[in-house]
């Protein structure tokens, strides 16, 4: 009977978190964001390497995430992966040409304390606020936040674009920030 009333929790547990717990659910905002880099860190490992992360919303879809990542840059090989609906596919795999002189990690970031999902959450909110404060517009939506290392190498250009639109549509709004939260730029 105690080996029935553990599988049953156990059923239980997974149904819920399958059901509405998943990264596809989570909000645009800093925890949910940080629950998403715990899913990275999940499926690709703490010490994993990225060139980009890009996360959208749509509403019937929820978040899909979309990266390039390797756990071993020194063979240059990384693969282009997608989460849609709480299932991760592999879209290709590619393998990255540096110049002379460097390493592939070199055009590389990993997720820690420099740079991270939660600072991305962090900056969603603000650019919200900042939207509803100086255009008055009210719940504006996340359309897509990247995380994107520069091709030429230079990690002091990395930067935070978060893209926002009004809630029924319209223009999108759209925030540079350096990995610091410094707000760079704004654009529509």
């Not at 990384?78 to 990690?105: C, F, H, I, R, Y």
Request: aromatic share 10%; glycine share 6%; net charge negative.
């Amino acid at each position: 009977m105690k080996h029935f009333k553990v599988l049953l929790a156990s059923v239980i547990t997974m149904t819920i978190l399958s059901c509405g717990g998943g990264t596809s659910n989570q909000p645009a905002n800093a925890k949910g964001f940080a629950n998403i880099e715990n899913e990275l860190k999940s499926e690709f490992g703490e010490s994993a390497y990225y060139t980009d992360i890009m996360i959208s919303h749509d509403d019937r879809m929820g978040n899909i995430v979309s990266l390039t990542v390797t756990d071993a840059p020194e063979t240059m090989k990384m693969g282009q992966w997608n989460l849609l609906q709480n299932n991760w596919t592999q879209s290709s795999e590619v393998m990255l040409e540096v110049p002379d002189g460097t390493q592939a990690k070199d055009f590389m970031f990993q997720l820690d304390d420099n740079i991270n999902l939660t600072t991305v959450g962090q900056l969603i909110e603000q650019s919200s606020k900042k939207l509803t404060e100086e255009k008055s517009i009210e719940n504006p939506k996340l359309y897509t936040a990247l995380v994107k290392f520069p091709k030429n190498g230079d990690a002091s250009k990395m930067e935070y674009a978060i893209n926002l639109k009004p809630e029924n549509g319209g223009t999108t709004f759209r925030f540079y920030y350096t990995l610091s939260g410094e707000l760079v730029k704004m654009d529509y």
